[in-house]
Antibody, heavy 120, light 107 residues
Framework: EVHLLESGGGLVQPGGSLRLSCSASNFNFRTYAMSWVRQAPGKGLEWVSSLTAGGESTYYADSVKGRFTISRDNSKNTLYLQMNSLRAEDTAIYYC?????????????WGQGTLVTVSS | EIVLTQSPATLSLSPGERATLSCRASQTIYNYLAWYQQKLGQAPRLLIYDTSNRATGIPARFSGSGAGTDFTLTISSLEPEDFAVYYCQQRRDWPITFGGGTKVEIK
C-alpha cells in the first residue's frame, strides 16, 4: 500500500520560514509527479504546487508563487516544500499527494497532513 | 483560472437515498474532472477521475457523468459511511482548482 508521511509543520511567526517533508514508500517514487495541497481550518481544498517526476518542471498557485519552493530527492523518496515569507493566510493543513500516472494531475494517494500555523 | 462551482452546498438525505451532486466549470474542461470524498479529520480520497472512471477500490454505487462544463457525481444508494464532504477538481489547465465542496449530511 502506498504510504505518504508529511512532517515539518508547526507554529511560525509571520514572515518566518518552514520546510515541509513528505516521505514516500511502497511505490516507485522517482517515476511519479507529486504535489502539495492545503486546507485552511474549516475551509476547502487548495492546490499549492506540483513537481514532475524528474523535478524538471514545477507549478505553483499564484498565492504562493515566489515564496514557496517545491523540490524532491528521489534518492531519499522525499518531497519537500520550502515556505518563506509566511503569512497568516498560509495557516492550513498541508497534504502531499501522489499524482496519478500520465501524469494526470489527479491525486490518487494522500498523506495524513501536517498543520502549519502562522501567528505571532 | 478555471472556477468550479459545486451545488448544493449541503445535501440532507437519509441512508438508502440517491445523492446527486453538481460541479460546474467556468469554461470547458472537456472530461478532465475528478471527485474526492473527505471525512472529518481525514485526508481526501479519490473517487472518480476523468469524469466517469472509478478509482481503485471505489464501490459501484459511486458514478460520475458529464462533459464540457457540467458534471455530476451520483451515489445510487447512500451508505452510512458516505456521509462526508465531496470536492470536484479540474486538471484541464493550471492552476489546478477545486470546487468549494458539497456536504452530504444525514437527514
Amino acid at each position: 500500500e502506498v504510504h505518504l508521511l508529511e512532517s515539518g509543520g508547526g507554529l511560525v511567526q509571520p514572515g518566518g520560514s518552514l520546510r515541509l517533508s513528505c516521505s514516500a514508500s511502497n511505490f516507485n517514487f522517482r517515476t511519479y509527479a507529486m504535489s502539495w495541497v492545503r486546507q485552511a481550518p474549516g475551509k476547502g481544498l487548495e492546490w499549492v504546487s506540483s513537481l514532475t517526476a524528474g523535478g524538471e518542471s514545477t507549478y505553483y498557485a499564484d498565492s504562493v508563487k515566489g515564496r514557496f519552493t517545491i523540490s524532491r530527492d528521489n534518492s531519499k523518496n522525499t518531497l519537500y516544500l520550502q515556505m518563506n515569507s509566511l503569512r497568516a493566510e498560509d495557516t492550513a493543513i498541508y497534504y502531499c499527494g501522489k499524482v496519478m500516472s500520465g501524469p494526470t494531475y489527479y491525486f490518487d494517494y494522500w498523506g495524513q497532513g501536517t498543520l502549519v500555523t502562522v501567528s505571532s | 483560472e478555471i472556477v468550479l462551482t459545486q451545488s448544493p452546498a449541503t445535501l440532507s438525505l437519509s441512508p438508502g437515498e440517491r445523492a446527486t451532486l453538481s460541479c460546474r466549470a467556468s469554461q470547458t474542461i472537456y472530461n478532465y474532472l475528478a471527485w474526492y470524498q473527505q471525512k472529518l479529520g481525514q485526508a481526501p480520497r479519490l473517487l472518480i477521475y476523468d469524469t466517469s472512471n472509478r478509482a481503485t477500490g471505489i464501490p459501484a454505487r459511486f458514478s460520475g457523468s458529464g462533459a464540457g462544463t457540467d458534471f455530476t457525481l451520483t451515489i445510487s444508494s447512500l451508505e452510512p459511511e458516505d456521509f462526508a464532504v465531496y470536492y470536484c477538481q479540474q486538471r484541464r489547465d493550471w492552476p489546478i482548482t477545486f470546487g468549494g465542496g458539497t456536504k452530504v449530511e444525514i437527514k
